[in-house]
């Protein structure tokens, strides 16, 4: 079965660069996601890219993607203590929709 | 446009107890998933519909749970008896159809079982 993998913790001066790192298993995975969840909230999506694409740049955040290795970056620019949050990477597969999710990385943004 | 509802926010009820939850997705959304998030986890599928049909519930504990979708439009997620391995975060989210751009999350209902 799928399998995504993805570091609990990472810790950031504001200003800084924050880059977070998912590993996935399924060579199928045709599409790939991050999503955002603040404290009681929902999934917030950020960005997705297709696995025929290497990076994606949306603003502040840019999308890196390795397919020969399984592994998908998010990178956010300028990081703002709204910017802490739990960070998941997803994957899904064509004509599939069900979303494989990480265990989510905790992102901690000290002012 | 108006997000995901859910309902309750909020649940603690005892083991054996039965509970529902209540999800009114995006208006036009064809499709609906519920999603369950135990605490460090990531959310697993529970249960997919498209329109009033059944996707996919391979992940759905059956004995236990149960979920409808009757018009189209709202669910509702049944647990009845409900287990202590069942305190979660229950995730509605919903697409405007079979969607591979992503979807739409309600903000969950936290259910604590006692």
């Known amino acids: 079965g799928e399998d995504v993998e993805q570091s609990l913790f990472l810790s950031v001066r504001e200003g800084d660069s924050s880059v977070i790192n998912c590993t996935y298993t399924?060579?199928?995975?045709?599409?790939l996601y991050w999503y955002k969840q603040e404290p009681g909230a929902g999934l917030q999506l950020l960005t997705y890219?297709?696995?025929?694409?290497d990076m994606k740049q949306d603003q502040r955040l840019t999308v890196l993607l390795n397919k020969k290795d399984k592994h998908l970056s998010l990178r956010i620019a300028d990081t703002q203590t709204g910017d802490s949050a739990i960070y998941f990477c997803?994957?899904?597969?064509?004509?599939?929709?069900?979303?494989?999710f990480g265990t989510g990385t905790r992102l901690t943004v000290i002012p | 446009e108006a997000g995901v509802a859910q309902s309750p926010r909020y649940k603690i009820i005892e083991k054996r107890q039965s509970v529902a939850f209540w999800c009114n997705p995006i208006?036009?959304?064809?499709?609906l998933y519920w999603y369950q998030q135990i605490l460090g986890q990531g959310p697993k599928l529970l249960i997919q519909?498209?329109?009033?049909?059944?996707?996919?519930d391979s992940q759905l504990p059956k004995d236990r749970f149960s979920a409808e979708r009757l018009k189209g439009v709202d669910s509702t997620l049944k647990i009845q008896p409900a287990k202590l391995e069942d305190s979660a975060v229950y995730l509605c989210?919903?697409?405007?159809?079979?969607?591979?751009?992503?979807?739409?999350f309600g903000s969950g209902t936290r259910l604590t079982v006692v």
């Open positions: 399924d060579s199928s995975s045709t599409y």
């Open positions: 890219i297709f696995s025929n694409m």
């Open positions: 208006s036009g959304h064809a499709t």
């Open positions: 519909f498209q329109n009033n049909g059944v996707v996919d």
């Open positions: 989210a919903s697409s405007f159809r079979d969607s591979n751009y992503g979807y739409t």
């Open positions: 997803a994957e899904s597969q064509t004509g599939a929709n069900n979303l494989f």
